[in-house]
């Protein structure tokens, strides 16, 4: 397996360690699985990602909740709120691809959103895909998990062996 492999399996073990410490004392009934959910929250993504492409910090900050953590598999350690803002101001405009997928928890209105980040190639960069995995409770951005991956991965038609 390569290293962006790795990545993202370490991104999505962090993610689910994180959703299971924040949804351990919700009994299992009340979670459900659901891409009915998937327009509220791809509204709550592209929002965010619309007020980091314009800067507007107070309409971002607005979105994060006060604890707000961020992990990036490229860097090490946690970035706090103010942290991340100062990351994200300096990032080109992205914009939501493929795969949006949300795992929603009706009783303690947390949400787990993953999709893929596209950020189109500059004169300094090449064009970056990120795979992004937010929690979200009560449509206040808790963590995000990011990872880079080198292309999305294309859905995987069932062969009738599984």
């Known amino acids: 397996m390569n290293t962006t492999r790795w990545l ?11 959703a299971q ?24 993504e592209r929002s ?8 507007n910090s107070q309409e971002v900050l607005a979105k994060l ?3 707000f953590v961020a992990r990036d598999a490229r860097q ?26 949300v795992q929603l928890n009706t009783e303690s209105k ?10 189109p190639a500059s004169d300094k960069r090449p064009a970056r895909t990120t795979f992004v995995v937010d929690v979200w409770r009560q449509q206040q951005l808790m963590s995000r998990y990011t990872s880079p991956v080198r292309q999305i991965p294309s859905a995987r038609r069932p062969d009738g062996k599984e």
């Not at 993202?8 to 994180?18: F, H, R, S, Y």
């Not at 009934?29 to 009915?36: K, S």
């Open 76 to 101: 090490a350690g946690v970035l706090t709120r103010q942290a991340w803002l100062d990351q994200a101001r300096i990032r080109r405009a992205a914009r939501l691809v493929s795969d949006l997928h």
């Open 8 to 18: 993202c399996l370490l991104v999505a073990l962090c993610c689910n360690a994180q």
């Open 110 to 119: 947390t949400a787990v959103v993953s999709f893929y980040l596209l950020e």
């Open 48 to 55: 965010l990602e619309q007020a980091l492409s314009s800067q």
């Open 21 to 44: 410490n924040t949804l351990k004392t919700i009994p299992q009934a009340a979670q459900v699985q659901t891409n009915a959910d998937a327009p509220l929250y791809e509204e709550l």
């Open 65 to 67: 909740s006060a604890d």
